[in-house]
């Protein structure tokens, strides 16, 4: 699997939008950006995955670079119940060993 | 609808016990993951179950972990003799098919004393 890497921690202030930024240099073509945010004691929990497509649901938006080697997580208007470490995975569809690496810790501030 | 469950959600166990932790999956799922997460770091993987069977079970640590899923759907991972390396949040997943999007449950807070 792509290794992925992002910023060890960022803070964003409530109500403007949080952009998590990840490099994913060694992505392959059949690989897709999956980004989970884990709250404090608790599991992880999925946002949004995309293969080369933005990407926008209820909870995010994923903007992923033409040459899919990086990839931006916005969160449009962070709240404070956004504060969470969120994991950029790169993942094949078919291969299920998901690997964590130790994630972006985001603080949103009053 | 119910999510994934884990039981219990705290165990604290004295070192060369012998500890049990369930897994309730979503209804329905046919992919479930085990991982284990220590403190400040990324849930890491341990085997991951395709039905009835362990498709992979490579990040197992060694032979006192083991894992099953009988009847495809509740899980148990089964720690022989802990240790006190041992002690994590140890978290189970499932996902309704391979490659899916995975849902976690809430984690068991293992302690070995």
């Known amino acids: 699997d792509a290794k992925t890497t992002q910023p060890t921690s960022m803070d964003c202030a409530e109500g403007r939008a949080a952009n998590l930024p990840c490099n994913h240099s060694?992505?392959?073509?059949?690989?897709?950006v999956y980004w989970y945010r884990q709250i404090h004691s608790q599991g992880p929990q999925y946002i949004i995955h995309?293969?080369?497509n933005n990407e926008t649901n209820e909870m995010a938006s994923l903007i992923i670079t033409e040459d899919r080697k990086s990839s931006t997580l916005i969160l449009p208007h962070a709240t404070l119940r956004d504060t969470a470490v969120y994991y950029c995975?790169?993942?094949?569809?078919?291969?299920?060993?998901?690997?964590f690496g130790p994630g972006t810790s985001l603080s949103v501030i009053p | 609808g119910a999510g994934v469950s884990q039981t219990p959600s705290n165990k604290v166990t004295e070192k060369g016990k012998y500890v049990e932790l369930r897994c309730d999956p979503i209804?329905?799922?046919?992919?479930l993951y085990w991982y284990r997460q220590s403190l400040g770091q990324g849930p890491e993987f341990l085997i991951y179950?395709?039905?009835?069977?362990?498709?992979?079970d490579s990040g197992l640590p060694n032979d006192r972990f083991f894992a099953v899923r009988p009847e495809g759907s509740v899980s148990t991972l089964k720690i022989q003799r802990t240790e006190r390396g041992d002690s994590a949040v140890y978290l189970c997943?499932?996902?309704?098919?391979?490659?899916?999007?995975?849902?976690f449950g809430p984690g068991t807070r293992l302690l070995v004393l």
């Open positions: 997943a499932s996902s309704p098919r391979t490659g899916g999007s995975r849902y």
């Open positions: 060694t992505i392959s073509g059949n690989e897709y």
């Open positions: 995975i790169v993942l094949k569809t078919s291969y299920d060993k998901v690997i």
């Open positions: 179950f395709q039905g009835t069977g362990a498709a992979d």
């Open positions: 209804s329905g799922h046919t992919a």
């Open positions: 995309g293969l080369k």
